[in-house]
Antibody, heavy 117, light 111 residues
Framework: QVQLQESGPGLVKPSETLSLTCSVS????????WSWIRQPPGRGLEWIGY???????NYNPSLRSRVSISVDTSKNQFSLRLSSVTAADTAVYYC???????????WGQGALVTVSS | QSALTQPPSASGSPGQSVTISCTGT?????????VSWYQQHPGKAPKLMIY???KRPSGVPDRFSGSKSGNTASLTVSGLQAEDEADYYC???????????FGGGTKLTVL
């Protein structure tokens, strides 16, 4: 059974960079796409971007200037960096797996990141 | 404002059926058969319930069904049970640039 687990700081200061890592277990990171999706408190879901195991990326146009996603196949992990954060970036951040176009079939449990000084 | 429009709430009594709509455009729902539905209980991650408009992943009860007509997709939950009470989100592939868009979510209450 594939499992995903997000990890990283739960508190980030405004204007700094948010960094999260998703560790994949129970299966290989190869041959799949891996996305980051976020959900502000009490609100809906927003796709942030994806990376293919080969390193190909695609980002939400509204976040493209601030987002970077990378993959480490040797560790079966992929990571998110979101720069110049503001309070509007406060959300639960999920990592998820897909085979191409959605659906997202496996999700991590989510990591709450709060942007505050 | 979400890209796909869902009613904020829906409700039904145990055993009844309820249908949740999801309206998009020809650039997303109307243009592709990659419409998915997710169930989310409070404090939990979303769970895939329907994919490619009407397909159910293994383990999802056949009480859940999906359909699409034009730019509007629908999720129907038949024989409502207490554990069906949750938030439901639709999503659609939207081409390589925007990739995927989500609805704002519908809170389903089992009366």
């Amino acid at each position: 059974q594939v499992q995903l687990q997000e990890s990283g700081p739960g508190l980030v200061k405004p204007s700094e960079t948010l960094s999260l890592t998703c560790s994949v277990s129970g299966g290989s990171i190869s041959s799949y796409y891996w996305s980051w999706i976020r959900q502000p408190p009490g609100r809906g879901l927003e796709w942030i971007g994806y990376i293919y195991h080969s390193g190909t990326t695609n980002y939400n146009p509204s976040l493209r200037s601030r987002v970077s996603i990378s993959v480490d196949t040797s560790k079966n992990q992929f990571s998110l960096r979101l720069s110049s954060v503001t309070a509007a970036d406060t959300a639960v951040y999920y990592c998820a797996r897909h085979k191409g176009p959605p659906p997202f079939d496996y999700w991590g449990q989510g990591a709450l990141v709060t942007v505050s000084s | 404002q979400s890209a796909l429009t869902q009613p904020p709430s829906a409700s039904g009594s145990p055993g009844q059926s309820v249908t949740i709509s999801c309206t998009g455009t020809s650039s997303d729902v109307g243009g592709y058969y990659y419409v998915s539905w997710y169930q989310q209980h409070p404090g939990k991650a979303p769970k895939l319930m329907i994919y490619e408009v009407s397909k159910r992943p293994s383990g999802v009860p056949d009480r859940f069904s999906g359909s699409k007509s034009g730019n509007t997709a629908s999720l129907t939950v038949s024989g409502l049970q207490a554990e069906d009470e949750a938030d439901y989100y639709c999503s659609s592939y939207a081409g390589n640039n925007h990739f995927v868009v989500f609805g704002g979510g519908t809170k389903l209450t089992v009366l």
